[in-house]
């Protein structure tokens, strides 16, 4: 993973991303490697189009080959059909819209590779991002094993610049995906707390968090955070160790 940063437009991080584990793991990397890419010129390659072989895919997320091949040809034959949900004001209030990540997943048998053909709806929002957007190092998410704990990370980090975090709680159900049917006590306890110590195990960081009531039920939830620097961060999901 070296230094390749995850580069997303605020608007897209807030989103819905319709993505398991393993495929936000894929995408998260491809992102990773477009940032990494320059423009070229008269028709030199196509920033779009990006390549994901197995062996660097299991490095970097501590996953034997057996596996990476396997996940890789599973994502696949699914990621087409995932779509990003985004909610945009029109004269007539806000709308769901609705787009593709990618127009295109081909997985090489015999080579252990994935490319992947992002969308040209979607590029606006991870390429030649100028304001408004978010950037953080892939390598602090490749121990989370909780699609959960990884969409609560960017939300956390596309608000960086405060450490605080305000949010509705459809807001947060619809950003984090979290079943209709969840009621509060759910996302509570399958959710929230899981994925807050996730990261603070694994991402080094000191959280905490209270739901804010309006009348009698849960409207809307406050998070602040900071790094924990006298904790040994650990990015290959082994043991934290605290300095005597």
Not at 29 to 54: H, P, T
Not at 60 to 70: F, L, Q, T, W
Not at 98 to 108: L, N, T
Request: charged content about 25%; some cysteine.
């Amino acid at each position: 993973l070296g230094d390749l940063h995850v580069n997303m437009s605020n608007a897209l991080i807030r989103s819905a991303h319709g993505l398991n584990l393993v495929e936000k793991r894929i995408i998260s990397a491809c992102v990773a490697m477009i940032d990494n890419m320059r423009i070229g010129s008269n028709g030199e390659f196509n920033q779009m189009l990006v390549r994901l072989d197995a062996g660097e895919y299991g490095r970097n997320y501590g996953i034997d080959m057996k596996n990476a091949y396997r996940e890789l040809k599973i994502a696949s034959e699914r990621l087409f059909e995932r779509h990003i949900v985004m909610q945009k004001q029109t004269p007539k209030g806000l709308k769901d819209h609705k787009f593709r990540w990618v127009s295109g997943a081909q997985y090489h048998h015999g080579e252990g590779w994935i490319e992947l053909n992002f969308t040209s709806e979607v590029m606006p929002y991870i390429s030649l991002l100028r304001d408004n957007y978010t950037s953080y190092q892939l390598k602090t998410a490749s121990a989370i094993r909780s699609v959960y704990s990884w969409r609560l990370l960017e939300l956390f980090n596309s608000w960086k610049t405060t450490k605080e975090l305000f949010i509705t709680i459809e807001d947060f159900r619809k950003s984090l995906e979290i079943p209709e049917n969840y009621a509060y006590i759910n996302i509570k306890q399958r959710c929230i707390e899981p994925a807050i110590k996730e990261l603070q195990e694994k991402n080094n960081m000191v959280i905490t968090w209270t739901p804010i009531k309006k009348s009698r039920a849960v409207a809307s939830l406050r998070f602040k955070w900071k790094q924990d620097d006298q904790i040994k961060l650990n990015l290959e999901g082994g043991e934290i160790t605290k300095p005597k």
